[in-house]
């Protein structure tokens, strides 16, 4: 079965860029999670889609960041303009039941 | 608010020289704890779901334990293949749809 897919793997950009990351969940998993680590923080959730729609995105930083995600199956997460304090590791997470999370490998990003 | 706190921050071990790491947390109304292992380089990797006070699971040469306040990780005997970061978290949010991670333990297992 294959896992969660995410790229790039990395990706530098400079303040001010646009940036775009995909997620491929695993296939028939309806709930895909973002989460972020920033330098020398814990990971912290960003959003929640259940299918293509927002279930939560209480941890969106603010409004330079748009998810989608296409008819239930892959996800995007945009930063658009991109600051320094963006950088850091976004990870992707699917799951079938809202408890046994898949984690992606993650896409590091660093805004120089 | 939610809060995990993992300790110690590292911890190095010969190998065969067992171990804990813990994980407390506060939280209003657990509805489920996890752990994870993370390598370099890749995403966190699931190990465990705990949900109530009492409730063990074991993998291995891991037993993960649970009490009302906090988690341990025991590690017996370990191999340097067990060297990685490991994650505590709690289920969380007004729907249990996200994770509250702490900070992490960073074992390193020497041969």
């Known amino acids: 079965e294959a896992g969660v897919t995410q790229f790039p793997s990395h990706s530098v950009i400079e303040k001010g860029q646009t940036v775009t990351l995909r997620c491929d969940p695993i296939?028939?998993?309806?709930?895909l999670y973002w989460y972020r680590r920033v330098m020398g923080k814990e990971i912290k959730f960003l959003l929640h889609?259940?299918?293509?729609?927002?279930?939560?995105e209480s941890g969106m930083p603010n409004n330079r960041f748009l998810a989608e995600r296409t008819g239930g199956t892959y996800s995007t997460l945009k930063v658009q303009p991109a600051e320094l304090e963006d950088s850091g590791v976004y990870f992707c997470?699917?799951?079938?039941?809202?408890?046994?999370?898949?984690f992606g490998q993650g896409t590091r990003l660093t805004v120089v | 608010e939610d809060q995990v706190t993992q300790s110690p921050e590292a911890l190095r071990l010969q190998e065969g020289e067992s171990s804990s790491l813990n994980c407390s947390y506060t939280?209003?109304?657990?509805?489920?704890l996890f752990w994870y292992r993370q390598d370099p380089g890749k995403g966190p990797e699931f190990l465990f779901t705990?949900?109530?006070a009492g409730e063990e699971k074991e993998k291995e040469r891991l037993k993960a334990t649970l009490t009302k306040k906090e988690s341990f990780l025991h590690i017996t005997a370990p191999k340097p293949e067990d060297s990685a970061t490991y994650l505590c978290?709690?289920?969380?949010?007004?729907?249990?749809?996200?994770?509250?991670f702490g900070a992490g333990t960073i074992l390193r297992v020497k041969s």
């Open positions: 296939s028939g998993h309806d709930n």
């Open positions: 705990l949900y109530s």
């Open positions: 978290a709690v289920q969380a949010g007004e729907y249990g749809n996200k994770l509250v």
């Open positions: 889609f259940v299918k293509e729609s927002k279930q939560d």
């Open positions: 997470a699917s799951s079938q039941d809202r408890v046994k999370a898949f």
């Open positions: 939280v209003s109304g657990l509805r489920g």
